[in-house]
């Protein structure tokens, strides 16, 4: 069994993966100004909630967009396991064949979604990552990663509208019961959801229509349960897709 992390702007994701099986998975808040102790306990408490020793644990490996805190991650993990930890990123075998304009700048989240998508899912296909950035994976009939989109988040599109509009609070992320709000609350909600959702609908259309042909197209996230029961396109919610792809790629570098 294996800890892997993935360091994101809002949250870090934790899991234990034992082959192919996602043991748990939970997620703590990012926080810059924590110290490598802080990180450790955090950690060390989320293992203990699951009963996991450290002699369970074979290793650990790390996926992070955030560098000011990812060495600090790591220390606090070596303090957990006493072994060196993997760090997605110069010098880490992935078998991803990245086909852009500069490959050392494709964000190591985006790497490890894709080469879980490819382990698992028909090509050509289309990652969606919802966090504080939503982001797009493309990868061909081939097999290799040829681009992608970036944009706004959910979370950071909902505060932009209230920080900018006096009159609008902040609201909770479900769908209200009809597409047409009767209040203000409701409209908010509406337009966040569906908007998003129809995002992602036309987004399908256009890279289908760029593709060629049509595309099996994979969810994951920490907002994605939230919008994809409200897409049309055909769309496989996989939460665990990112832990996957790091146990993948720990598999790849294992010594010996």
């Not at 949250?11 to 703590?28: H, M, P, Q, S, Y």
């Not at 920490?222 to 396109?233: D, F, S, T, Y």
């Amino acid at each position: 069994m294996i800890l892997a992390i993935d360091i994101g702007n809002t949250n870090i994701v934790a899991g234990c993966i034992d082959g192919t099986e996602c043991v748990f998975v939970e997620r703590l808040s990012t926080v810059r100004t924590k110290t490598e102790l802080e990180y450790a306990i955090d950690i060390k408490n989320v293992l203990d909630i699951y009963h996991i020793k450290k002699s369970d644990l074979e290793g650990g490996i790390i996926s992070s967009v955030v560098p000011q805190i990812t060495t600090i991650v790591k220390l606090a993990v070596e303090k957990i396991l006493k072994k060196e930890v993997l760090v997605v990123g110069a010098g880490i075998k992935t078998g991803l064949n990245i086909r852009i304009d500069n490959p050392a700048q494709l964000g190591s989240d985006l790497v490890v979604d894709s080469v879980a998508g490819i382990a698992e899912y028909p090509v050509p296909l289309l990652i969606f990552d919802l966090g504080t950035a939503n982001t797009v994976c493309v990868i061909d009939r081939n097999k290799n990663y040829v681009g992608g989109m970036i944009y706004p988040g959910i979370g950071v599109s909902l505060d932009s509208l209230t920080s900018h509009a006096s009159q609008l609070g902040g609201i909770s992320l479900e769908a209200p019961e009809h597409i047409i709000g009767k209040n203000t609350v409701e409209c908010m909600k509406s337009g966040i959801i569906y908007s998003s959702a129809a995002a992602i609908d036309g987004i399908i259309d256009r890279l289908e229509a760029e593709l060629g042909g049509e595309v099996t197209v994979v969810a994951t996230g920490g907002l994605a349960g939230k919008i994809v029961p409200w897409c049309r396109r055909k769309i496989v919610l996989d939460d665990n897709l990112l832990l996957k792809g790091l146990a993948i790629i720990y598999r790849k570098n294992r010594k010996g």
